[in-house]
């Protein structure tokens, strides 16, 4: 995971300004952030149910080897069109790996060692995120980044087919051949409240995400140089949040309070990101929002695994659904609310989606487990 956010790392600074080369607006750079999650969306819960059922090795492979040639795509696109494509199929094969890895970590940690576990690989995460904005922040061509990522994406693939061990025991495999999921199923599901904090969690983070690079350059003349330091900054934070003490965390505050700390530490980012003067103060608030929203996935993650007993891959590509239905009506939704002459706008309005969210959901989850 940590070279897989590496690489995911290196393109976020240059994302923005390559779709701008290929004309895209506003509004359709946050369309092709949305076609890429609209994918993890509806493939995640099936690469979930495939780890299941064929191991978590053959899935991860797949997607490591299948997202390099997306990204190498990506990077050879000369038109709008050729963009969508490419960032299509990335989601549809990078689907496979987020969900899988975090199955296999609940495979080989038990549950008193599960909240320390998906820390320690959201610190891997983090760890790549540090280093990977700043690495690409300073590259030339806007285009360069997405032939690195696709490359460590190759390097990724030959070290887990060497080295990584399967985690799946043939014993614990389902034999249902099921690949699909209906809605009447997920709405009637016992973790549904989870499941609904990962939507509003990257519903509101993603949009975020979408404005940022023209949110700083119109108002402080910023770029790819500035926001990959500041994404450097602020994942340096969460890494050692993450490595460090969120496995404690949950174990003395517990997943219910946890997340709903996250929500509202998130909201409080997001409320202070229009009052930011210069690059101190913005870095700041964006960690705060940053710090918020990262304790939520891993805590989240580790609260499922905890209430599923089979079927770990299938529970937590459900999640990774709703994180990437977030990721897809995010996006246009906080980027249909931005102008330059109302930037603070679409900051306070997410960050009163959040609280608004939060006091909906305190007690069906405190109801989870139940």
């Excluded at 890494?239 to 969120?246: E, R, V």
């Excluded at 009052?275 to 918020?292: D, E, K, P, Q």
Aim: some cysteine.
């Amino acid at each position: 995971m940590f070279l897989v956010m590496l690489g995911f790392g290196v393109i976020i600074p240059h994302l923005a300004y390559y779709a701008d080369e290929l004309g895209a607006s506003s509004i359709q750079f946050a369309f092709l952030l949305a076609i890429y999650s609209a994918m993890q969306l509806i493939f995640a819960p099936m690469w979930g149910r495939m780890s299941d059922r064929r191991g978590r090795k053959p899935v991860i492979l797949i997607g490591l080897v299948g997202n390099a040639g997306a990204l190498a795509l990506f990077g050879a696109a000369k038109t709008l069109g050729w963009l969508f494509i490419a960032r299509g199929l990335s989601g549809v094969l990078s689907a496979a790996v987020l969900p899988t890895v975090m199955a296999y970590v609940a495979d080989v940690t038990t549950e008193e060692e599960r909240g320390k576990g998906m820390g320690l690989m959201g610190a891997a995460m983090g760890l790549g995120f540090i280093l990977g904005p700043g690495i690409g922040g300073i590259m030339g061509a806007h285009n360069t980044p997405f032939f690195v990522a696709g490359g460590l994406s190759v390097v990724t693939f030959a070290f887990a087919l060497i080295w990584l061990p399967e985690s799946l025991k043939l014993t614990h495999r389902i034999e249902k051949r099921e690949w699909y999921f209906s809605l009447r199923a997920v709405r009637d599901h016992p973790l549904i409240p989870l499941f609904l904090v990962a939507f509003f969690s990257t519903f509101i983070f993603s949009g975020l995400e979408s404005i940022f690079p023209y949110f700083i350059k119109d108002r402080l003349g910023y770029g790819a140089k500035e926001m990959g330091l500041m994404f450097m900054i602020m994942g340096g934070i969460v890494a050692l949040l993450q490595g460090g003490i969120l496995g404690r965390l949950i174990n003395t505050l517990g997943e219910f309070r946890l997340i709903l700390l996250g929500l509202l530490i998130n909201a409080l980012g997001m409320a202070l990101l229009p009052w930011s003067a210069g690059f101190v103060t913005l870095t700041v608030y964006l960690s705060i929002a940053g710090i918020g929203n990262q304790i939520i996935r891993p805590t989240n993650a580790s609260w499922i695994s905890k209430q599923t007993k089979s079927g770990q891959g299938t529970a937590i590509g459900i999640m990774d659904a709703f994180l990437s239905l977030g990721r897809v009506l995010g996006p246009p939704f906080v980027g249909g609310l931005y102008t330059p002459e109302t930037f603070h706008r679409p900051y306070w309005i997410a960050a009163g989606i959040l609280i608004i969210a939060s006091a909906c959901l305190f007690y069906p989850l405190r109801r989870v487990g139940q």
